[in-house]
């Protein structure tokens, strides 16, 4: 549905929010994960026609990735959802921050993990281990973070994105100053907040949606 | 900082998230809630000029409410953030949907009241008074929503809600199916997940940032 | 019922818990709190008839309140209950102690915060927002104590209190020798426990009979 | 201290709520337990002579017993708080009620269990110990309530004591139906939750002051 | 069904598995515990016949018990379940170790305390109180550990086991330096883990099988 | 160290539990996961002389697997405790039972993800990966096993083995019976619980001496 050009509105009804034209890199057959790549989520949702710079997105994903990574056709039921969903994404893991990718990758998987969301921990599990040059941290984070043999910096960070997922509620100014001290500037510790932020919003739409990763993340 | 024209950035280093020429519309002493109309976040982060967009924005903010949400004065540090937290609030909260307005706010206070934050249930509490004719269910929904005399409808929701927030990796088939049974369509159980998935953001921000609301809420 | 002289019994068997002689301030039209003057708790017990000291006793609450809290009309079905209650909570709330007033009300409505007993965060919330010069601390103390700026005493003491709620069993010397250097006296200290632990019965006894607040509460 | 009559005040600070007169039944070298019969809080709290109402309970309490428990001598620092105590307590274990002592003292420890309350246990554990005809049912109460072999009536009743004492803030109807599915009255149902609120209380005074069992208790 | 020679293979089916042979040393009328002497476990698991090394360790244990404890009859459906568990058991309660047998066995109640587990409570109970000179020491493992004057070293000790109970996920080096600091060799770490571990598995074959102590050890 | 034929002491100290003479498979540099090949728990622990029954039992692994397990080099500080470990391992995983040894597998993953035990995580995820057919398992029972597409007789298993692992002290008949219901015999729950028993052992052990897997699991 979602890869129409957005003049012409998608002809069917579809039964699920699923991808009919984007071959993923590898089919599989159906095993415990269900068939990640023809059924994304439990709901039905008819898909929306693109806007051209969804289009355009989508179209990026493809060349750059092999496929449109299954959130973004779970959000094409609805432009402005989709582009805000998208806008925002893009800002918090891709903007010039004093967090490098990797990092904001691995709070990413930190999060998913206490939350223990499926689709989240498979995608950017990937991406941590895509990113960084330590083929088992991906692991560790998806795992347990506190067994990672990580620097002060990456540990405090760490800690203070899965606290805040936990009990936001005893988040003070001495957790604050915990990231200060390890070397994290007030705007760090903005963008630490909103990327741990921004994985308790979209664990919880995966959760709740029974999101399916593409098969592709598997490898 | 942030009614500044576009063209001009802001001269000065800002000390904290601060608001300087927009007038709040009660001062109150200072007291147990700090001073909530000049120091707006536990964070120094100078203020970015406002594009025009939001410029727009912030002065329609300022001719429909008297003041400007401190949750947007905090993000306006970042033009990019503050746009895509702009667009994706207004689409949750004000597209159309089957949930009402006020159903949206119920999910916002309820899910914030499971994560005891401050902001969002002021804020948002305010929101329940102003939307709905029954005085008292903004403070049921801040106190414990299970308190409130509900329709099932109403009931279900805020329960797939709030488990969404406890306990995500506990929903399944049975908590949608129970949605489904109670009158949401998909797109509706769409919708409660992303608002409920919304404020789980938010609220975190606000926790992480010690923000602190308008004092103009309390009324 | 309950406004009846200790001699002659009330003629007719109540139906809930329920007020009938004493005119609530204001009325309200039935909504998401049910209603509240007039069905009191879940539990059909019939009332008893007042003894002198009882029957004294709600006429100064009409007095000086207006109106005759319903957690006392609950209480009414059996006078030695209703005494013993009352005795303990007018030594705890209102009898000279090291604790002010005040702090004796925030230690309340901390307690029932974790507990969120509609009841008592209603009732409780107003005796906060009626002693205390700052509209705001009431609200604080119901939606997440940690987010007041408190003095470090007041501080430690709801620190103290909560976790007496949430965890009594890991609560050791260290948590009263912080309360001694925070300035509390062993006596002081077993006030804050009395009066934390009386919240931890009365918002049981509250949430078990689902009991509702008066409308005047609500102001 | 609190043997004296009431017209003659204690003559001497006394150092930790202590008992001085009354010969404890069994005297133990100081164990794993502190030594319980001349050490009964962590608090120093300056004893207040009796008033001859409690005299002459205390009286009483050595006739019957054999010794003065040792919550009553930790409030024997101020008679109205003491009273208040004793009244509540003898009304809410001794008076007439649909609940059997041995129920309403199951209640106890099951509650006291749960927030593994040692003087508690000790001190109404001993209790179901006396007051049934089986010798392991309070140990089962302090161990583990639910590997009992209960009738349906009791396990019920246990039940919702335990979830009141856990999450009182998700009792709801359903609960209390449960109760009166299970044979209980609504006045059982007042019982029930006032038994179980008033050990929510004891647990928290006793943890929050150390409070040490007599070692009578232990036999 | 236990007691066979080891080539005769028992002649009936059993219901649950159960003691025929060994006589306990009290029978008690069946009350709220079952009848912990004849029903051990709600399993139905046909008795195997014992080796010849479980017949004589079963016979030693009727020699120096009186009885041969439940979990040995539970586990005597299959003898090598049984002789794995014994091998592990014998090395780690009895086997040389920096840890005394009653530190061994109080490590064994906290756990099993922290687990709320029936069986292991009242058979490690009745060990604690027969190896201690301490009769209130048992009470106190069972009922909070935390009530207890231990030495900072089995303090220590308690601490870190409950915690590896409770959350294993977060012990790190800070935890086994507290050990360290406060005498332990890494080897007495390693038998304070492997002791907590070890009724970390107990306690959940005991639960899960409603497991029954024998009588006798109720004295 | 644990190389060495029994009858010759290991004539050094050695510095933490560690592995001298087998090459691992893939030599990795180290990263967040230290050097799991060398250093594979934070004690030190002397090796000690391997037994002919553990020594053939670790050339067995060399033969079979490539690598000796960390977990077997970590217990071989000491050999009764080495096989008492190895016997009731081979006993649970590998010997006939009712439960496939991808069940056996899927249950000790699904248990240590509750856990969060790097290593038995790392470990069995690799063996459900290596015995069944469906690649996504082994990550699903590591992430949620509650997203994995399970027939009714798996998902009972692992529910009941979760819950057990989670609040073992509620488990009664009922959990039992929803097994019963979905095909399992009694000798098949005991052999649940054993294995889900048995993992709540082994991940403390790791958690509480920071056990590292081999190298050679990450493939």
Same mark, same amino acid.
């Given at each position: 549905m979602v890869q129409k050009p957005a003049k012409s509105p998608p002809p069917y009804p579809s039964r699920r929010a699923s991808e009919s034209a984007v071959a993923p890199s590898s089919r599989r057959t159906k #095993?415990?994960?269900?068939d990640d790549d023809t059924v994304i989520t439990a709901l039905e949702l008819p898909g929306a026609a693109l806007t051209p710079a969804m289009q355009a997105y989508f179209d990026k994903c493809t060349e750059k990735l092999g496929f449109i990574p299954n959130v973004l056709k779970a959000y094409a039921f609805d432009m402005p959802k989709l582009e805000a969903f998208v806008a925002m994404y893009n800002d918090l893991m891709l903007a010039p921050s004093g967090l490098s990718k990797l990092e904001r990758e691995m709070i990413a998987v930190a999060v998913s993990s206490h939350n223990r969301c499926y689709y989240c921990l498979v995608a950017h599990g990937a991406a941590v281990r895509s990113l #960084?040059?330590?083929?088992?941290l991906g692991e560790l984070m998806v795992m347990n973070y506190r067994a990672a043999r990580l620097d002060r910096r990456q540990r405090a960070m760490l800690d203070f994105a899965v606290k805040l997922t936990a009990k936001?509620?005893?988040?003070e100014e001495a957790d604050r100053n915990a990231l200060r001290e390890a070397g994290f500037s007030d705007r760090d510790i903005w963008d630490i907040a909103a990327v741990a932020g921004f994985f308790n919003m979209s664990n919880r739409i995966a959760s709740a949606t029974d999101m399916r990763p593409n098969s592709a993340y598997h490898g």
């Amino acid at each position: 549905m979602v890869q129409k050009p957005a003049k012409s509105p998608p002809p069917y009804p579809s039964r699920r929010a699923s991808e009919s034209a984007v071959a993923p890199s590898s089919r599989r057959t159906k #095993g415990a994960a269900g068939d990640d790549d023809t059924v994304i989520t439990a709901l039905e949702l008819p898909g929306a026609a693109l806007t051209p710079a969804m289009q355009a997105y989508f179209d990026k994903c493809t060349e750059k990735l092999g496929f449109i990574p299954n959130v973004l056709k779970a959000y094409a039921f609805d432009m402005p959802k989709l582009e805000a969903f998208v806008a925002m994404y893009n800002d918090l893991m891709l903007a010039p921050s004093g967090l490098s990718k990797l990092e904001r990758e691995m709070i990413a998987v930190a999060v998913s993990s206490h939350n223990r969301c499926y689709y989240c921990l498979v995608a950017h599990g990937a991406a941590v281990r895509s990113l #960084g040059d330590d083929p088992v941290l991906g692991e560790l984070m998806v795992m347990n973070y506190r067994a990672a043999r990580l620097d002060r910096r990456q540990r405090a960070m760490l800690d203070f994105a899965v606290k805040l997922t936990a009990k936001p509620w005893e988040i003070e100014e001495a957790d604050r100053n915990a990231l200060r001290e390890a070397g994290f500037s007030d705007r760090d510790i903005w963008d630490i907040a909103a990327v741990a932020g921004f994985f308790n919003m979209s664990n919880r739409i995966a959760s709740a949606t029974d999101m399916r990763p593409n098969s592709a993340y598997h490898g």
